[in-house]
T-cell receptor
Framework: GENVEQHPSTLSVQEGDSAVIKCTYS??????FPWYKQELGKRPQLIID?????GEKKDQRIAVTLNKTAKHFSLHITETQPEDSAVYFC????????????FGRGTSLIVHP | NAGVTQTPKFQVLKTGQSMTLQCAQD?????MSWYRQDPGMGLRLIHY???????DQGEVPNGYNVSRSTTEDFPLRLLSAAPSQTSVYFC????????????FGPGTRLTVL
């Protein structure tokens, strides 16, 4: 089955800095890569996603890049703010009839004011 | 729409007790899943369903049963609780399109003594 590795497990930055979280996946048939943000005590919520026919996608201060050849994808957050502090999860899945995403273990991002 | 709802929010069990975690969604989603979240382990899939009457095992199914008699409901049953089942449990649902967003419930925090 699919295996998703996520690094780092903890990331500490100063407000205004950029943050990068990296994930690798094992199944070359995976073609959909969502990112979820989970604030303390809350449920995971989708913040951005990318499909395999796209190399990069941006939404304001966040962006995701995908390298299908190397089987890795990354989340970039620019101009970090304290409210970006949360746990971020990457996931990978295949399309078709029974898409069930496999999640990475999560990155705890701490933004210091 | 209420989205994905879970009950109870908190539960304490003694070893050997049984209970059912409830999950319901009002978005007419075909796909529903149960995850457990433990520190440093990310979100691990317990069981999932691709429609009423159809269920399958995920990564960590032992000790848990599910059934799907309606599109809306997907209960998770612990037949004989063990301390290793202490965790936060999330239910999720999504439509069957390859890039459809997966929505999570608010979670149930379960402690087994």
């Amino acid at each position: 089955g699919e295996n998703v590795e996520q690094h780092p497990s903890t990331l500490s930055v100063q407000e205004g800095d950029s943050a990068v979280i990296k994930c690798t996946y094992s199944d070359s048939a995976s073609n959909y890569f969502p990112w979820y943000k989970q604030e303390l005590g809350k449920r995971p919520q989708l913040i951005i996603d990318i499909r395999s026919n796209v190399g990069e996608k941006k939404d304001q201060r966040i962006a995701v890049t995908l390298n299908k050849t190397a089987k890795h994808f990354s989340l970039h957050i620019t101009e970090t703010q304290p409210e970006d502090s949360a746990v971020y999860f990457c996931a990978a899945s295949k399309g078709g009839g029974s898409y069930i995403p496999t999640f990475g273990r999560g990155t705890s991002l701490i933004v210091h004011p | 729409n209420a989205g994905v709802t879970q009950t109870p929010k908190f539960q304490v069990l003694k070893t050997g007790q049984s209970m059912t975690l409830q999950c319901a969604q009002d978005m007419n989603h075909e796909y529903m899943s149960w995850y457990r979240q433990d520190p440093g382990m990310g979100l691990r899939l317990i069981h999932y369903s691709v429609g009423a009457g159809i269920t399958d095992q995920g990564e960590v199914p032992n000790g848990y049963n599910v059934s799907r008699s309606t599109t809306e409901d997907f209960p998770l049953r612990l037949l004989s609780a063990a301390p290793s089942q202490t965790s936060v449990y999330f239910c999720a649902s999504r439509a069957p399109g390859v890039a459809d967003t997966q929505y999570f419930g608010p979670g149930t925090r379960l402690t087994v003594l």
